[in-house]
């Protein structure tokens, strides 16, 4: 039986297995160096609300919406961010 705050308890995942359409929140970001300087100078820093606005054909890069703009990164770039899914 769920709690009826379970939803507000979602396990963190990370940005490339959020589908379609679907929201999320960034928790974290895994990348190192250059590479988390650059994600954050993005807006990909804890708090923020990310939509997923589409993928290309292959599935990579996947375009989404943060703080305003859209922002194509690529799987293994996605992989570092952890995020948790918000309702759709």
């Known amino acids: 039986m769920e709690s009826p705050d379970s939803e507000e308890?979602?396990?963190p995942t990370t940005l490339d297995r959020i589908g379609h359409g679907c929201?999320?929140?960034?928790?974290?970001?895994?990348?190192?160096?250059a590479l988390r300087k650059r994600m954050l100078a993005m807006?990909?820093?804890?708090?923020?609300?990310?939509e997923?606005?589409?993928a290309a054909p292959l599935?990579?890069?996947?375009?989404?919406?943060v703080k305003?703009?859209?922002l194509s990164l690529r799987r293994a770039e996605a992989s570092l961010i952890e995020v948790?899914?918000?309702?759709?």
């Open 59 to 65: 599935g990579d890069p996947t375009e989404y919406r």
């Open 23 to 33: 929201r999320c929140r960034v928790v974290g970001v895994r990348a190192a160096g």
């Open 52 to 54: 997923v606005v589409r």
């Open 43 to 50: 807006g990909m820093v804890p708090g923020a609300e990310v």
């Open 84 to 88: 948790t899914e918000e309702g759709r």
């Open 9 to 11: 308890h979602t396990t």
């Open 68 to 70: 305003g703009y859209c």
